[in-house]
Structures are given as structure tokens and as C-alpha cells.
């Protein structure tokens, strides 16, 4: 399919196929999906896509197809990779819609720029596939909704990559929280630190001619093309990403909601900005947000993307001691007078997370995901919602049964986005 289509012509088609493609029983036999049968995927997005190919290649069953990037030498690039790390070629193409448009494929993997996570995962599961989609699941608050209600509508598994909750050792370290080896826990800190260094300022340049950058920008407004943003810089763009809380935040605040057992909070407070550089970045690189929930319990993140001056990843303080998730897996337990009780190691997860991923759909079992797409959704929420608050000045008072934001018509414009006419997401 090539990007003349008219994208209103193949919104239809797609949901048509989806709705044919879903009435098959074939689809839906549990024997159909029983675990020796192969999984045959697609990725979208070959920066952290790479990474996940050779995590979903080495697994026993699944086919990587096909390798999709709007950057023809990546695209390229990656295929030669995965060739020789699962000994079969998958084919490298530019157009995603080529993987929903195949039958033999089962699902998408989507690790495109956070604009692209939530259109691509609705468009997946309209068209029939399973999705894995990337870290924030989504680019605003609304198309989160729509993810859900689109897994739900099309009876897809749909896991976000927060391979967190697939670690042995975290899940084991965030049952003994829940079960109160240090009391009764009220208060869950989460950092982020790096050293990143300034993007400059951009200069207006001719599109390189192996980038596709309509279709990079997808469902995104329209912006000219700058020699500062692709690839990496649009997360510090609000078109396009989601500053640091979006960009790494969201792995350790999904933790803290995860030991803290809450789901949307009450109130919003951020506080920060750019203070390390003068240049084109629009997200902060010094950022405090903090959230407070129903029932006494608060969460808060710090992220210092240009200092690196190193905090534990995850801290639960409680009753009778504290608890620290480490960033790379395993925890430490100590008690009231803060001497260490206990030490386990353990990793991050992420070969599990994908496993995970795979059994769900082989067992035809969507909810039975570590990071189902509603809990991907309740997590990546506290970093839109702390963003808002960010972006307006303003403390924000929420719903706790949806996160809705309060009183504030200005932030909640912010709910949801403009896009580019003719990509907007439709369940």
C-alpha cells in the first residue's frame, strides 16, 4: 500500500478486514493458538525495535516478518541483523500498514516515536493483530482510552513494554510490599538521572532522501523538517514525544502504582523545567511531579536528565521499614532502623515480558498479559497528567475513578491532541 492511499479509504478497509478476519472461527479456536503453533510478527520502529527483535527472535515459535522503518537505511540495516541472529531474513519495508495487511502475520510490535503508539495500536487490533506496543503506551491521555476500549472491542492482547512486571524478582519484592514486610506503606519515590547533553538549536533542512518524513510525522501536525529532531530529540518536542517522565518515568512510576496498589489519583503538583541548557528543547530536564491517591498514599518522580548523580530506582517507605526496587531487577528489605535485612537479586524481565506477550496469544488469552494495555494505560496517565500540570502552571484536582482532570477546561484540552487531517484514531 503506498502513502497515496487516502488514510479515511484505509481506516474503513482495515475495520472491515478486522471484523471479517474476527468472525472466523479459526481465529478464536483455542487449538488454533495452542503453544507449539508459530507466532508470526511484524516491528515498527527499528531504534528500540531492534533491540526487541532479537528479544522476540530468540523465543521458540516466532517468525519475525517483517522490519518496518520510515528511514530506509535502517529499515535495511535491521533486516541484515535480524537475519543473522535468527537465521531467516525478514523483509524490510516502510509502510506498517503492509504488516496489517498480511494475514499470516499474528501481531504487531509497535516501538515507532511515542505519536505513533496508540493510532498504530488501534489500527493493529481493528485489523486483527495482537499488539506489543512500547513505553508511553500512548501520546496523550484519550488515545489511552481508546487503546483500551479498542483490545476490548476487537478481543486482542495488547501489552505495553513495561518488562518490569515480568521480572521474577520485582514481582516478588512487590508481593512482599503488598503483603507488609514493612507495614503499612504510604509513600513510594521514583527517579530518573542521566547525562544528556543540549540538542542545540535547529536549523531547517531538505528531508534526507532515505526518510520518508510524512510518514515518520504520521498522525502528528505537520512540521517542518529540522536537523535536530530526527531520530532521537522529538521526545523533547510535544508534537511528537513526551519528555523524560514519558520517556523513562513511566517505567519506574508503574512500579510505585504496582507496590502501592492504587490506580488514579486525587491530586497532581509538578514543579521544574529547562535549566541545564538554552536551546530548543520544550520538556523539562529537571522535573518533579508528585501524586497524591485516596487511602493515604502518595507517589512521587524525580527525573535530572542532565546530572547523573545516582538515586535507587524505586523506594517504598512503610510502617516498619522501607523497601528499594533496583532500576536492573531485585530489591533490598530494611527495616525501622534502616539496616539491610534482606538482599535479592534478579533482572529486568524483558525476555519474560516478551514471553508473556507470546503465550497470551498462543493460549488466546488477551487479559492474561503482565502489563495488559489498562494497566499500561493507568500508569502512563500519571505521566500525562504530571506533563499538564507542567505545561500549565497549575496544581490539577482529578476523578479518582477515571483520572479525570477537574475544573480546569485549559488542562483538559490538553487530554487529548490535533492531528494531521485524515489520521485520526477511530475504535
Known amino acids: 500500500m503506498t502513502d497515496s492511499v487516502n488514510r479515511r479509504t484505509f481506516l474503513g478497509q482495515t475495520a472491515a478486514a478486522s471484523a471479517a478476519s474476527f468472525a472466523a472461527p479459526a481465529l478464536l479456536s483455542a487449538a488454533n493458538k495452542a503453544p507449539s503453533k508459530k507466532v508470526t ?54 509502510d506498517f500498514r503492509k504488516i496489517l495487511d498480511d494475514k499470516a502475520v499474528d501481531a504487531l510490535i509497535v516501538a515507532a516515536p511515542n505519536h505513533w503508539h496508540s493510532p498504530a495500536t488501534i489500527l493493529g487490533c481493528s485489523a486483527g493483530k495482537h499488539v506489543y506496543v512500547e513505553k508511553p503506551c500512548s501520546h496523550n491521555p484519550k488515545e489511552g482510552e481508546m487503546m483500551v476500549e479498542a483490545a476490548r472491542k476487537n478481543k486482542r492482547a495488547v501489552q505495553m513494554g513495561s518488562q518490569r512486571r515480568s521480572s521474577e524478582s520485582i514481582m516478588e519484592g512487590i508481593q512482599k510490599v503488598k503483603e507488609g514486610v514493612i507495614g503499612d506503606v504510604y ?88 535549566y541545564a541548557y538554552n536551546d530548543d528543547q520544550q520538556t523539562p530536564d529537571t522535573h518533579v511531579v508528585a501524586y497524591e491517591f485516596d487511602g493515604g498514599k502518595q507517589i512521587t518522580w524525580q527525573g535530572t536528565s542532565c546530572n547523573r548523580h545516582k538515586n535507587e530506582f524505586v523506594t517504598f517507605f512503610g510502617s516498619k521499614g522501607t523497601l528499594i526496587i533496583g532500576g536492573s531487577g531485585g ?21 519474560e515480558h516478551a514471553q508473556n506477550f507470546i503465550d497470551a496469544i498462543r493460549n488466546n488469552e488477551p487479559l492474561s498479559l503482565n502489563a495488559e494495555i489498562e494497566i499500561g494505560h493507568k500508569s502512563t496517565l500519571l505521566c500525562h497528567i504530571g506533563n499538564i500540570a507542567h505545561r500549565t502552571g497549575r496544581t490539577m484536582t482529578c476523578d479518582p475513578s477515571n483520572g479525570h482532570i477537574q475544573n480546569d477546561k485549559a488542562a483538559m484540552a490538553l487530554w487529548t491532541r490535533d492531528y494531521e487531517p485524515g489520521w485520526e484514531p477511530k475504535v
Not at 50 to 73: H, P, Q, R, S
Not at 331 to 351: I, N, T
Request: glycine share 12%; aromatic share 10%.
Open 41 to 94: 510478527i511484524g516491528i515498527m520502529g527499528m531504534q528500540r525495535g531492534l533491540a526487541l527483535a532479537k528479544t522476540f527472535g530468540a523465543l521458540d515459535g516466532v517468525e519475525i516478518k517483517y522490519v518496518c522503518d520510515t528511514d530506509d537505511n535502517r529499515a535495511a540495516n535491521a533486516a541484515k541483523t535480524v537475519e543473522k541472529a535468527t537465521q531467516k531474513a525478514p523483509e524490510p519495508i516502510a
Open 331 to 351: 530489591y533490598r528489605v530494611l527495616d525501622a532502623k534502616d539496616k539491610e535485612v534482606e538482599k535479592v537479586g534478579g533482572g529486568q524481565g524483558m525476555s
Open 187 to 274: 509513600l513510594a519515590r521514583a527517579f530518573y538521572q542521566s547525562a544528556r547533553g543540549s540538542i542545540g538549536t535547529g536549523k531547517p533542512a531538505s528531508v534526507p532522501g532515505y526518510l520518508n518524513y510524512d510518514l515518520w510525522q504520521g498522525p502528528a501536525p505537520r512540521q517542518k523538517y529540522m536537523d535536530n529532531v530526527v531520530h532521537y530529540n522529538w521526545h523533547w518536542f510535544w508534537n511528537y514525544g513526551n519528555g523524560e517522565l514519558g520517556n523513562n518515568g513511566v517505567h519506574s512510576l508503574d512500579v510505585c502504582r504496582w507496590g502501592l496498589d492504587v490506580d488514579y489519583p486525587t491530586r497532581v503538583v509538578s514543579s521544574g523545567g529547562r
